[in-house]
């Protein structure tokens, strides 16, 4: 079996115990595909060094081989905070009103992928696969064939990829894209943002894309594909009548005295549509004041990206709206909103998603969310709770039988909340029964498995 050289920009063996919350779900997804694989997972190890040396730092955690190199601030700055995430992420998720175009960002966008082949390029082997992950990293497909790399390189992109009419306000979004076709596949999670990219390769670079999504431009043949990730099912259903989860479990019953739990996980990230639910839960609240004292919203919410300003707005926006919100409506034993902006150990999240009898999952755009599957995954088979789900998710697609909304409605998402508390159990598992098998068919394994097939061509 060959190796795979795993590279993304964030490097995190998931550690079942710590409070990992805010890695997102492309750590937790490669985490569980690495325990898979003989390979070597490489990138920035999360740290700053004063002047870069490219010095790898190799350990082996739970199974998995990692190397991982320091950036100097100025990288973090203009690669990390700057083109990834003030420009890149916003972008890629729909918001060109908060993508931000600045040309250090993209010179050290390019300074640190170079960095990135420099330091990697010698742990490559002849017959490894190369497998490089998400919007950090577009371009290091072509600075490895720079380097004389040329061992079947694939790509995965675990977010959107944006229509053509919003990419085209990237400057040189050309440049950019070409890099992209020196890779031998281009995943994406769902046929929407694989369409999108052929789309832009067929009209902006005048490529051409055949049925089977191969694409050709000039000399270069790349076939693009749809992965959907998923969850490790196993491990999570597992977990989720562990013993830990179980007293998860019991201490969110217990405190919630009897009321129905609204659940939401999100990373504090504005794609994540918290201010909409949380005005939507409001909404539902005035509107359902006989019911309201039978509910309660629990929205865990670890922060994220806080050297960004849209993330330290965001997070200013739902403190404020908790606020405003738990005033209007509390009593002296009731709080409507329980916010909470710290991360769990996974085995407590399935007791707590296991205890809800409601998932808010309500994503403004997002390219698959795991957290969908996730309370899927942990629900008791005999009284399985709602998955309320933005049409705006990848996840969306697979997952049809979830009460589906649009986000940006508050009536449609209060009526749903309605609807979903007033549902019989014979529906609540019918829908349920429709979504766990896809959980469990299309895991994280699978999508591991096909990825890797696709790479090595056959
Ligand atoms: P994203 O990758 O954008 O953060 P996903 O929903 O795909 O969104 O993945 C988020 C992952 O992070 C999930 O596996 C989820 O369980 C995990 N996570 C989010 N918040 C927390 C938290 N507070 N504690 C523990 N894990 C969390
Ligand atoms: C999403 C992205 C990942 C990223 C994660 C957490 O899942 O697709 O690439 O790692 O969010 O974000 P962070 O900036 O903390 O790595």
């Given at each position: 079996?060959?190796?795979?050289?795993?590279?993304?920009?964030r490097?995190?063996?998931?550690?079942?115990?710590k409070?990992?919350?805010?890695?997102?779900?492309?750590?937790v997804?490669?985490g569980?595909?690495?325990?898979e694989?003989?390979?070597?997972w490489?990138?920035?190890?999360?740290k700053e060094?004063?002047?870069?040396?490219?010095?790898?730092?190799?350990q082996?955690t739970d199974?998995i081989?990692?190397?991982?190199?320091?950036?100097?601030p100025?990288d973090?700055?203009?690669?990390?905070?700057g083109?990834?995430?003030?420009?890149?992420?916003?972008?890629?998720?729909f918001r060109?009103?908060?993508?931000?175009?600045?040309?250090q960002?993209?010179s050290?966008?390019?300074?640190?992928?170079?960095?990135f082949?420099?330091?990697v390029?010698?742990l490559?082997?002849p017959?490894?696969l190369?497998?490089?992950?998400?919007?950090?990293?577009?371009?290091l497909?072509?600075?490895l064939?720079?380097r004389?790399?040329?061992?079947?390189?694939g790509?995965?992109?675990?977010?959107?990829w944006?229509?053509t009419?919003?990419?085209v306000?990237?400057?040189?979004?050309?440049?950019?894209v070409?890099?992209?076709?020196?890779?031998?596949i281009?995943g994406?999670?769902?046929?929407?943002?694989?369409e999108?990219?052929?789309?832009?390769?067929?009209?902006?670079?005048?490529?051409?894309?055949?049925?089977?999504?191969?694409?050709?431009f000039?000399?270069?043949?790349?076939?693009?594909q749809a992965?959907?990730i998923?969850?490790?099912?196993?491990?999570?259903s597992?977990?989720?009548?562990?013993?830990?989860?179980?007293s998860?479990y019991?201490?969110l019953?217990?405190?919630?005295e009897?009321?129905k739990v609204l659940i939401?996980?999100?990373?504090?990230?504005y794609?994540?549509?918290?201010p909409?639910?949380?005005e939507?839960?409001d909404?539902?609240?005035?509107?359902?004041?006989?019911?309201?004292?039978?509910?309660?919203?629990?929205?865990?919410?670890p922060?994220?990206?806080?050297a960004?300003?849209?993330?330290?707005?965001?997070?200013?926006?739902l403190?404020?709206l908790?606020?405003?919100i738990n005033?209007?409506?509390?009593?002296i034993?009731?709080?409507p909103?329980?916010?909470?902006?710290r991360g769990?150990?996974?085995a407590?999240l399935?007791?707590?998603?296991?205890?809800?009898?409601?998932?808010?999952?309500?994503?403004?755009r997002d390219?698959?969310?795991?957290?969908?599957?996730?309370?899927?995954a942990a629900?008791?088979?005999?009284?399985p709770g709602?998955l309320?789900?933005?049409?705006?998710?990848?996840?969306a697609l697979?997952?049809t039988d979830?009460?589906?909304?649009?986000?940006h409605?508050?009536d449609?998402?209060s009526?749903?909340?309605?609807?979903?508390?007033?549902?019989?159990k014979e529906?609540?598992?019918r829908?349920?029964?429709?979504?766990?098998?896809?959980?469990?068919?299309?895991?994280?394994?699978?999508?591991q498995?096909d990825?890797?097939?696709?790479?090595?061509?056959?």
């Amino acid at each position: 079996m060959s190796r795979l050289i795993v590279i993304s920009n964030r490097v995190s063996v998931p550690d079942k115990k710590k409070k990992d919350g805010a890695q997102g779900g492309l750590a937790v997804a490669l985490g569980a595909a690495l325990k898979e694989h003989r390979g070597i997972w490489f990138g920035w190890s999360g740290k700053e060094t004063e002047v870069f040396t490219g010095d790898l730092n190799m350990q082996r955690t739970d199974g998995i081989t990692t190397a991982t190199i320091d950036l100097e601030p100025q990288d973090i700055d203009e690669y990390y905070n700057g083109y990834a995430n003030r420009t890149l992420w916003p972008l890629f998720h729909f918001r060109i009103d908060l993508a931000e175009y600045e040309r250090q960002f993209g010179s050290g966008y390019e300074r640190v992928n170079e960095r990135f082949a420099t330091s990697v390029a010698p742990l490559i082997e002849p017959d490894d696969l190369v497998w490089v992950h998400d919007y950090h990293l577009l371009p290091l497909g072509k600075m490895l064939r720079d380097r004389g790399i040329k061992n079947r390189i694939g790509f995965f992109l675990h977010i959107p990829w944006p229509p053509t009419r919003l990419l085209v306000s990237l400057p040189f979004h050309e440049r950019l894209v070409l890099t992209m076709l020196e890779y031998d596949i281009i995943g994406f999670q769902t046929r929407e943002w694989l369409e999108s990219f052929c789309h832009y390769v067929e009209k902006e670079l005048g490529g051409t894309v055949d049925a089977d999504g191969v694409i050709r431009f000039e000399d270069r043949v790349v076939k693009a594909q749809a992965f959907p990730i998923g969850i490790d099912y196993e491990e999570f259903s597992r977990a989720a009548v562990g013993d830990t989860a179980r007293s998860a479990y019991e201490r969110l019953v217990q405190s919630a005295e009897g009321k129905k739990v609204l659940i939401g996980v999100d990373r504090l990230d504005y794609s994540k549509g918290l201010p909409d639910r949380f005005e939507a839960y409001d909404r539902f609240l005035t509107q359902n004041a006989e019911s309201a004292k039978d509910v309660v919203l629990l929205q865990i919410a670890p922060p994220s990206r806080e050297a960004v300003v849209t993330y330290q707005e965001i997070r200013e926006t739902l403190e404020g709206l908790t606020g405003s919100i738990n005033g209007a409506h509390a009593d002296i034993d009731w709080v409507p909103i329980r916010y909470v902006n710290r991360g769990y150990p996974r085995a407590e999240l399935a007791g707590f998603y296991r205890a809800s009898r409601i998932a808010l999952v309500t994503p403004l755009r997002d390219g698959m969310n795991l957290v969908a599957k996730e309370y899927v995954a942990a629900q008791d088979p005999e009284d399985p709770g709602v998955l309320i789900l933005s049409r705006f998710a990848g996840a969306a697609l697979q997952l049809t039988d979830a009460l589906m909304v649009n986000p940006h409605s508050g009536d449609e998402v209060s009526e749903a909340i309605r609807t979903a508390l007033a549902m019989p159990k014979e529906e609540r598992i019918r829908r349920w029964q429709g979504m766990i098998e896809t959980v469990k068919n299309e895991d994280v394994k699978k999508w591991q498995k096909d990825f890797v097939a696709a790479l090595k061509g056959s």
